[in-house]
């Protein structure tokens, strides 16, 4: 007899069970826990990788301070290691020295100075040309210029001539044998400091490999007396740049002399090499400003291209001369100006004292009361931008813009940047960002990033005179008024970061103005890193935005569909189909987007834009006519036969379309409207012969789209001068059939509101019905009383439309035209005065794409959503007389709003991490406006394009790393708002 279900039920657990029940619970939790671990691991290396971009700087003491210099210095420079430099004394005397242990490695006065003493002295910021030098190929030569107590000027350059030296075993001298051999990694350490030997003018160090040493020799030479007559007076100031290029080249300079007696000189001369003679050959032409001044300058720069010259004097009154070509002569571009004076559009014109005065208490900097003075002027990296110091300690940085709506470039102050607690000495530039190392008279020292506005290092050094940086900005050498030199380690990798580089707008320079703006690459140095986030998230959230408006009415819809319409036969087909799509890779999608749908919408957009509209119209007048069919004859229609004839209708909307976009084009965008100005009258707008009649007499929807675009400078055609900011003015079609629909519209519910027309439709109906009132023929008298009513309905609006139109479009959309005076303009208000540029790679052909990555994911879960709602919620419906529409929008709908809503979100989560149809057919541009006829950039695809070549560890790829962050919290922040959305929905729901 067996044992009875009570037994069975009371029988014990056999260890068996228990062991599996617990190593499934614990691998249960430990597959848990180790998610949650990973996550959160993930989102903190994340972290730690952005962490340095805000970290502060690291700096220290690289030596002792050591006294070299027993007169004044003109000049100070270093190599790019750091290893040697080089002193200018005014007694004349140059120093050539070891920075590693403050060593003179020689101290000599060149013999083409004689007795005389240096007044002046200046050097090329960066290299101007490579030589060869003994063995050594491209050794870069940086532009020399010294100016003497007896009014001579010469030109020379100065060089470092790196070499190694190997020696065998037992080969090393012993004098080396000494030196300490560092390993790799502390070789490359910012504040490494190796000991050196001076032997035979070269500093000697040990590089990690063994035997082998680097040697650094600093070369000073005097190459040429410039011919400028001076009259023997004491030069006061100079400036100059010789462009770069090789020697034997033709080589052009420009070299600005101020003598003691205030006259102030420009020398251009054209260099050639003589091939015979091998000497040095010069064509000059002296130019005499001082006439062209207001006063003897204090300050002078002359830049790097030679094409602009800046003359600046303590009262703070600037000279700005220019020219186009080294061929030209220099011109006043414009009056001299103050920096010191306030400006219209900036700071609320307030003049530079209360600025500064402002900063200061800003700053928590007590005030100060001296006359205001210049006491230092200085281009950055590039020579675009201008820094000015002055005796109170502000700081104000200046470049070229556009002013005054003529094209002409000026002067304008565009950072008011931290002021110094003492009055400026000295502004040194960095040879390798747009940074500047500033000394003021208390001997504070601050390296400043003039694009990040941010103050990086801040050093106080008593008595120092001047700083300057190292030639790959990783140290700082300063000497104070003793002659001690002081030698400073700097690791600043990301000193161009700052909170408002990454989220706030920049006045680049050459930029009109200040914008948002990514653009981590550039052609050279000169260039400003633009690392604005701001427009990778903008155009993350752009293509999301075109995604859902394409995904979310077709998952949705579609999701509604087969949960509540579909026969259950199909639908075990369709489901299946739908979630299918969800595993087609991105790339494939990626790929057909960008080389086959994009090329193939550019020319039938317009047909495009009417079948959104006219084939939803299909469905919903067939829906209409379905629902007025006998029931006998909607039965003999299967699920089968429904779906080819949804398919037939499908077809038949699309080839509606066809056959209406090309009409719509030319009526709703024609070709005059985006026309080449010159063909177009200048006043009515109408082609100007019969051949542009003829050639304008289609439609053109690409460039109608910007062709109200305006000129962005003066032009002439056909005799008529178009000034700056003509457009030609359009979209009055478009806006006319707008107004019929919506004058139709009104007129239909103002015909509901009437009885007469009701009870006359009415009567007509009864009579063309006959004696089967459920019969097709009377179907066919509803339609084609239902279609004379609307085409009445549309007649009725047109009439009304033609005084309407006209009328709305002068009292809102007329402006004030450069030559047709009053015009009606409503593509202007559409697409802005700059227009719409159509691009093939845009928005709508991602949001396309991309929608049917999303469209799977939302579809799954709102039908399973819909199907899930208790099927007793529809029979109470159903059984209260609600037709089947009703009960699904009434009931089901609002009980499955929860997990439509969820759908949705992870949708957009979807569309917020694409990356490879982003990266293919998005055209990758970083803009800032929801435009959707052109392209974007997202930031999954900034990473994935740009993280394989960002350096390691540098400012791009931290900020990509930033940028990941960012989308992170993007996703959370949405998926967050959205739970607690879904969870009041579904309390909220759940009495249902």
Not at 882 to 900: D, F, K
Not at 922 to 937: E, I, K, S
Request: overall charge neutral; glycine content about 10%; hydrophobic content about 45%.
């Amino acid at each position: 007899m067996g044992s009875t279900p009570l037994e069975q039920y009371n029988r014990k657990t056999t260890l068996r069970v228990k062991l599996t029940d617990k190593a499934a619970g614990a691998g249960i939790r430990v597959g848990g826990l180790g998610v949650i671990f990973a996550v959160l691991g993930l989102i903190l290396f994340i972290a730690w990788q952005v962490f340095p971009l805000f970290g502060s700087v690291r700096y220290g003491r690289a030596t002792e301070p050591a006294a070299l210099a027993d007169s004044p210095v003109l000049l100070m420079h270093v190599d790019e290691y750091r290893r040697v430099g080089v002193l200018i004394e005014q007694s004349g005397f140059v120093i050539s020295f070891s920075t590693a242990d403050s060593s003179v490695i020689s101290r000599e006065k060149p013999a083409q100075l004689g007795d005389a003493t240096l007044t002046a002295a200046e050097i090329s910021l960066r290299p101007r040309t490579t030589r060869k030098v003994g063995r050594a190929l491209d050794v870069p030569h940086y532009h020399l210029l010294l100016g003497t107590s007896d009014g001579r000027v010469f030109a020379g350059t100065i060089a470092y001539l790196t070499g190694y030296e190997s020696y065998g075993l037992d080969e090393e001298p012993a004098e080396l044998q000494q030196l300490f051999r560092p390993e790799e990694k502390q070789f490359k350490a910012p504040d490494y400091m190796p000991e050196v030997v001076v032997r035979d003018g070269k500093v000697i160090e040990h590089v990690p490999t063994h035997g082998l040493y680097r040697t650094v020799q600093p070369l000073v030479k005097l190459e040429r007396q410039l011919d400028v007559s001076t009259g023997k007076q004491p030069i006061r100031l100079l400036a100059g740049q010789i462009n770069r290029a090789p020697d034997e080249a033709e080589r052009f300079t420009t070299t600005l002399v101020v003598s003691a007696d205030g006259r102030t000189r420009l020398l251009t001369e054209k260099l050639q090499l003589n091939e015979f003679t091998e000497e040095l050959e010069a064509e000059s032409e002296t130019t005499e400003l001082t006439g062209e001044l207001e006063a003897a300058p204090d300050f002078a720069l002359v830049s790097e291209l030679q094409d602009e010259l800046i003359l600046a004097s303590r009262s703070g009154r600037v000279h700005h001369f220019g020219r186009s070509s080294e061929r030209e002569p220099f011109k006043l571009r414009y009056p001299a100006f103050s920096v010191f004076g306030g400006q219209a559009d900036a700071a609320e014109g307030w003049a530079w004292r209360d600025l500064v005065n402002e900063q200061r208490d800003e700053e928590g900097l007590p005030p100060i009361h001296d006359e205001l003075q210049l006491t230092a002027v200085n281009y950055l990296l590039g020579d675009r931008s201008i820094v000015f110091g002055d005796s109170r300690g502000g700081l104000q940085s200046w470049f070229k813009v556009i002013e005054g709506g003529e094209g002409e470039l000026r002067l304008k102050r565009i950072r008011n940047l931290p002021p110094s607690p003492a009055a400026i000495r000295a502004i040194s530039a960095s040879p390798i960002t747009k940074a500047m190392v500033v000394a003021d008279v208390a001997g504070n020292l601050r390296a400043i990033n003039n694009t990040a506005e941010r103050v990086y290092l801040e050093l106080q050094q008593e008595g120092a005179q001047q700083a300057v940086f190292g030639g790959k900005g990783d140290g700082l050498i300063a000497l104070d008024g003793q002659g001690r030199l002081h030698h400073w380690w700097v690791d600043a990798p990301h000193s161009e970061v700052s909170w408002t580089s990454l989220f706030g707008k920049v006045w680049y320079e050459d930029y009109p103005e200040a914008k948002y703006e990514w653009q981590s690459t550039g052609g050279t140095d000169d260039v400003e890193p633009k690392l604005s986030l701001v427009p990778l998230v903008m155009g993350t959230l752009k293509g999301a935005l075109y995604a859902l408006i394409f995904a979310i009415p077709l998952g949705v819809l579609a999701a509604i569909y087969t949960s509540e319409f579909m026969h259950r036969n199909m639908r075990a087909i369709l489901k299946p189909t739908m979630e299918v799509m969800a595993s087609l890779p991105s790339v494939v999608l990626g790929f057909l987007a960008a080389l086959y749908f994009a090329p193939l919408a550019g020319p039938i957009m317009p047909t495009l834009v009417v079948a959104v509209i006219l084939v939803p119209a299909v469905f919903m007048v067939f829906g209409w006519i379905w629902q007025r069919c006998p029931p006998s004859f909607v039965g003999k229609f299967g699920p089968l036969r429904s779906t080819v004839l949804l398919f037939a209708l499908l077809t038949f909307g699309i080839w509606l379309s066809s056959m209406v976009g090309p009409r719509a084009e030319v009526y709703l965008f024609p070709a005059a409207e985006g026309a080449n100005p010159a063909l177009l009258d200048a006043v009515s707008f109408q082609p100007a012969t019969q051949e542009a009649a003829d050639r304008l007499a289609a439609g053109d929807f690409r460039t109608w789209t910007g062709g109200g675009a305006l000129l962005p400078r003066e032009s002439e055609t056909k005799g008529v001068v178009l000034p700056k900011g003509w457009w030609i003015p359009g979209g009055h079609n478009l806006l006319f059939m707008l107004v019929t629909l919506a004058t139709t519209l009104l007129a239909g519910l103002a015909a509901r509101k009437l009885k007469f027309p009701g009870r006359v439709l009415e009567n007509v109906k009864q009579r063309l019905e006959g004696d089967n009132p459920a019969g097709l023929r009377a179907v066919a008298a509803d339609i084609g009383i239902s279609l004379g009513f609307g085409a009445l309905l549309l007649g009725v609006g047109l009439l009304l439309a033609l005084p309407a139109t006209s009328a709305l479009e002068w009292a809102f959309f007329s402006y004030d035209h450069p030559t047709a005076g009053r015009v009606a303009d409503f593509r202007r208000w559409i697409t802005g005065p700059e227009g719409w540029k159509f691009e093939q790679a845009n928005s709508l052909i991602v949001g396309f794409a991309m929608g049917f990555a999303v469209i799977p994911i939302i579809y799954t879960i709102a039908e399973d959503a819909l199907t899930s709602v208790p099927n007793q919620l529809r029979a109470a419906s159903l059984a209260c007389g609600a037709s089947r529409w009703q009960t699904t929008m009434r009931v089901v709908l609002p009980a499955a709003a929860s997990g439509i809503f969820s759908g949705i979100v992870i949708g957009l989560g979807r569309a917020l991490g694409e990356t490879m149809i982003v990266v293919m057919a998005a055209g990758g541009t970083p803009v800032m406006d929801l435009q959707p006829l052109n392209g974007f950039r997202s930031l999954s695809a900034a990473i994935a394009i740009e993280m394989p070549e960002a350096p390691h560890g540098g400012t791009l790829y931290r900020t990509l790393f930033m940028g990941g962050l960012l989308l992170f919290l993007m996703a959370f922040v949405i998926n967050t708002i959205a739970e607690v959305v879904r969870m009041r929905l579904r309390r909220k729901l759940s009495r249902l």
